[in-house]
């Protein structure tokens, strides 16, 4: 078991004056993400193979990753994201520009990739407290033991951990139904057979305006996922594996900026 101590701290990092409203507590108390818990004056979540802690000191927020990370807060709270521009381009919507200003300090989070694929299967027709039960128990069960503090936590296991369990020791976890999902996704990571999901659907006019006339059903309201609304009533869906280059997320101004070079007529002429 690795343990650390007070002492082993990678330095102040005053966000406040990056981002005024910066707020992480709001931020890991969303719904984001769920394997944080407040000890004392300070804060500690499992990111993968690390534990980070943050204390707010005299309008200061304090981040320390154990291993050490000196950018950790920029990598899990994206404080290298352009925030005002963010937040100029969708506050256009009514909507959105009302929600920014009830949580001014609500930032997107980036996770660990295996984490937060195992957390969103977890998260299928649940609620926060039971996510949290669910993965605290895969922690315990398959992680490794850390003490930060004095504290002990458990990092996140990797899918290989994960893909040496039973459905019976999955199950044991609270997992339920969702035991087979667990394993099936950590058996795909392993042996390397989990792709990128380019989500561009193509529908037949008839297919679509059959679609639309349908009534959603309860997977589909559960999820937020349309396309299980085709599933439920019949409609079969083909999936096309294709090989290449991974496509560009188109996330932020500075990512559309990026796809623009990347299509314009000059960089297509390189090209051929």
């Known amino acids: ?4 101590n007070k002492d082993h701290r990678s330095g102040l990092s005053n966000l406040q004056s990056l981002y005024p409203n910066f707020d992480p507590v709001v931020s890991i108390n969303s719904g984001q993400v769920f394997l944080w818990e407040r000890h004392g004056t300070s804060w500690y979540g499992i990111h993968g193979g690390s534990v980070v802690r943050f204390t707010q000191e005299d309008g200061r927020f304090e981040f320390t990753a154990f291993p050490d990370d000196r950018s950790c807060d920029k990598k899990i709270f994206r404080l290298n994201d352009d925030i005002r521009t963010i937040f100029s381009e969708i506050s256009r919507d009514p909507l959105i520009h009302r929600l920014i200003k009830a949580y001014p300090g609500l930032r997107l989070m980036r996770q660990e990739p295996h984490q937060c694929l195992f957390s969103f299967v977890c998260a299928s027709n649940t609620n926060i407290p039971m996510i949290r039960r669910m993965l605290q128990a ?9 003490k930060v503090d004095g ?8 899918a290989a951990d994960i893909n040496t369990a039973s459905i019976d020791e999955l199950r044991a976890c609270g997992l339920g139904y969702r035991a087979k999902a667990i394993k099936a996704a950590a058996d795909a990571v392993t042996r390397g057979l989990a792709r990128k999901h380019v989500g561009l659907y193509a ?4 297919a679509l305006a059959h679609f639309a006339a349908l009534p959603p059903s309860p997977l589909e309201e559960a999820e937020g996922l349309e396309q299980l609304r085709a599933l439920h009533h019949g409609f079969r869906i083909r999936v096309v594996p294709v090989d290449g280059a991974a496509s560009v997320a188109v996330d932020t101004p500075a990512d559309l900026e990026r796809v623009r070079k990347l ?3 000059k960089t297509q002429e390189g090209r051929i």
């Open 1 to 4: 078991m690795k343990k650390f």
């Open 138 to 146: 895969l922690t315990r069960k398959f992680g490794r033991p850390v």
């Open 263 to 265: 299509m314009s007529p």
């Open 203 to 206: 529908y037949r006019r008839s």
């Open 151 to 158: 504290i002990e936590f458990f990092t996140f296991p990797s």
